[in-house]
């Protein structure tokens, strides 16, 4: 018996958890009392859920799992209260989240796969491959246990940790469903945030599923020569398909799409490519977020200084084009994309 594989309990979202539990004979409101301990309570163990017989928490306990994710490494930033976590799986992969701290609420940052297989040159992330995609489970334990640990609400999930989460389709939606779900913790599916390095396909699909989340896409660069140079991925896909599947999405949804441009000194930083990159979003809504390159130790790349950043943002702006810098936060905690993960993997090596 010891053997059998259980199945992941909190990957269901509310109507197929009502459909288990019918199947085990039980009443819709036992349905309704475990939702509530799963998504709401945060429960991670079956024995929490006090107000389930003894009985009924034995069969669930033997039928189904509550996928961990275990605390391995908590790194607070002295600077600005932005925190690191290294999240343990149960198979031994490790994932890494971030919590800042706005003045409009707690955002987390999730890992959407253990690695990623898309190989931007300049992203941690990619060093390793990918490992394996992460259930939409994985996903929601990143910010159920932040909230647990913190004891502070969280009210908006950005998708921009490891991976990429239009490569992990399905768990992205099932996990988008359930962390939006009235019955769950209800985050605003306008606090949500999905980045993408521009899987079209996906991007037109996801358009189709008219949420209303953001989609931000990875951009980097004005031409296809350099994208490609930037993010190999680049080369499955012409820039105008990407471009027109961002209209798409605005179009079917109403939601202004975010691109978003790392910065990187003497790479994609010049007037020339500020202008270019003007001249490709003239016209359309959107909004561009600068983001000074995070200096990774394997890469080459170095970030533009401030004076090159605020230039670029300025030419932007006065071609009308909205942009804004992000706020760098969590600089001294490793908090750059896919860092604290890279750290450990080398110590294991
Ligand atoms: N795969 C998705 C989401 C994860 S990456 C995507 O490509 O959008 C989230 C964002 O961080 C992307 O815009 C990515 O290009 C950017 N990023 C990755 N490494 C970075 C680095 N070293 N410095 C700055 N931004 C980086």
Redesign the pocket.
């Known amino acids: 018996m010891e053997n059998i594989v259980k199945k992941d309990i909190c990957s269901f979202n509310y109507g197929e958890l009502a459909e288990e539990m019918h199947a085990m004979g039980e009443k819709p409101f036992r349905s309704r009392q475990l939702y509530e301990w799963l998504h709401v309570k945060l429960a991670d163990s079956f024995e929490e859920m006090t107000n389930l017989s003894k009985s009924l928490r034995g069969k669930l306990s033997q039928a189904y799992a509550i996928p961990k994710a275990e605390v391995v490494e908590r790194q607070i930033s002295k600077e600005d209260s932005t925190e690191k976590f290294l999240f343990g799986l149960e198979d031994g992969n490790m994932i890494e989240s971030v919590l800042m701290r706005h003045p409009y609420g707690n955002s987390v ?1 999730v890992s ?1 796969q253990a690695g ?1 297989r ?1 190989g ?1 040159r ?5 060093i390793g491959g990918l490992k394996r995609n992460l259930a939409a489970s994985e996903m929601l334990r990143q910010i159920y246990q932040i909230q647990r640990l913190t004891k502070e609400r969280v009210s908006h999930v ?10 992990n389709y399905e768990n992205l939606l099932k996990f988008i469903e359930i962390l939006t779900d009235a019955n769950g913790l209800h985050i605003g599916q306008r606090n949500v945030t ?5 899987i079209v396909p996906n991007m037109r699909r996801l358009a189709n599923e008219k949420l209303q989340i953001t989609l ?5 660069a004005f031409t296809q020569e350099k994208r490609e140079y930037l ?1 190999p ?1 680049a080369s499955r896909y012409d820039l105008q398909d990407v471009l027109d599947a961002c209209s798409f999405y605005f179009e079917k949804t109403g939601r202004r799409v975010t691109f ?3 910065l ?1 000194k003497g790479v994609n930083d010049s007037n020339e490519d500020a202008d270019g990159l003007a001249k490709l979003l003239s016209g359309r809504n959107c909004h561009v977020n600068l ?6 130790k394997e ?1 080459e ?1 170095k ?1 533009s200084g401030q004076p090159a950043v605020l230039a670029f943002q300025n030419k932007l702006v006065k071609s009308g084009i909205n942009a804004t810098v992000r706020r760098e936060l969590g600089r001294d905690i490793d908090a ?4 604290l993960r890279k750290k450990y993997m080398d110590t294991q090596e």
């Open positions: 940052c959407s990623c898309m931007c300049f992203c941690a992330s990619a950005v998708v921009m940790g490891t991976g990429e989460p239009l490569d999905v980045s993408t390095c521009g931000a896409l990875s951009l980097h993010m991925v978003e441009y790392a990187a983001i000074p390159i995070n200096p990774v890469r790349f970030e750059a994309c896919g860092q």
